[in-house]
């Protein structure tokens, strides 16, 4: 048993995503969000930049004194070095391996379309996974720049229009080839899900990258007996690195539950 938190973290609100899953499974455990709102998106930066916000966001969680990280965010997932991996003192999971192995249990034709940030697609880290799972897989990967803007700005405008042109745009290829299954590889796109599935039809399954990430947490940190022993529900911290008061509305958008607070940090 271990009462500390789970320390959550994303470059923006998406993570709040996963935390949701979390909170439905592990009403118990402590949980500490780190958003860094003021360096989204991360999608677009290079592995440089990327390891060295990693960093920050790792330091930041630690200071915390967590004794789990997830990593709410699949541009840094994919883009994170083993390395830096194992010098990180407790126990993390990114959404990568999670997402992988439910897509390639939900599969039956072995076509796989993943949609994500143009460094995770770069990164080819799903393609490795999923072909390491098995090498018969077809992935079919297709970056989403426009995404990410367009799901924040949803929180606050119209912007379905706009939206609905990008979905079309981007998953055009993932229909045309046949897949069966979609990863969500940016823990934003869940918000999205209706509108992929009115394009996709019903029959694809959509996996949601970092709900599969908190179930990953919860099955090693009971492995690891690392759950907590509290018995009552938790309310989480919050942490964003720019503009706290826009964080209720938005929450409420990630999370499907109101909390109005989060502390602004420098990390
Ligand atoms: N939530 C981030 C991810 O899952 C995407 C947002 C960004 O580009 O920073 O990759």
């Not at 060295?52 to 966001?57: K, M, P, Q, R, T």
């Not at 439910?102 to 599969?107: C, D, G, L, V």
């Not at 990164?123 to 995404?147: G, I, M, Q, T, W």
């Not at 897949?179 to 019903?202: K, M, N, Q």
């Amino acid at each position: 048993m271990d009462n500390r938190a789970v320390g959550v973290f994303d470059s923006g609100l998406g993570g709040l995503t996963s935390v949701r899953e979390l909170r439905r499974i592990l009403p118990n455990e402590k949980i500490v969000f780190l958003g860094d709102t003021l360096r989204i998106p991360y999608g677009t930066r290079d592995r440089e930049t990327l390891h060295v916000f990693a960093e920050d966001d790792f330091r930041f969680l630690l200071s915390r004194d967590v004794k789990y990280i997830i990593i709410a965010c699949g541009t840094v997932s994919s883009n994170i070095a083993a390395e830096q991996l194992s010098a990180v003192p407790v126990p993390v999971t990114g959404v990568i391996k999670p997402a992988a192995e439910a897509a390639a249990a939900s599969s039956s034709n072995g076509i796989i379309g993943v949609i994500a940030t143009s460094a995770a697609v770069q990164s080819r880290a799903y393609e490795e996974k999923l072909k390491d799972l098995d090498p018969s897989f077809r992935v079919v990967s297709v970056p989403c720049p426009k995404l990410v803007p367009l799901i924040e700005a949803e929180a606050s405008e119209d912007v379905g229009t706009a939206l609905d042109e990008a979905l079309k745009e981007y998953l055009l290829p993932i229909r045309d080839a046949g897949a069966d299954t979609l990863i969500l590889g940016c823990t934003h796109y869940p918000l999205v899900s209706e509108r992929i599935s009115s394009f996709l039809g019903d029959s694809v399954t959509l996996i949601d990258s970092g709900a599969e990430a908190a179930r990953a947490a919860r099955d090693e940190m009971s492995a690891l007996d690392l759950l907590s022993s509290g018995s009552g529900p938790e309310v989480p911290e919050f942490f964003v690195t720019s503009a706290p008061e826009r964080f209720a509305e938005a929450a409420e958008h990630f999370l499907g539950e109101r909390f109005s607070h989060a502390d602004l940090v420098y990390i």
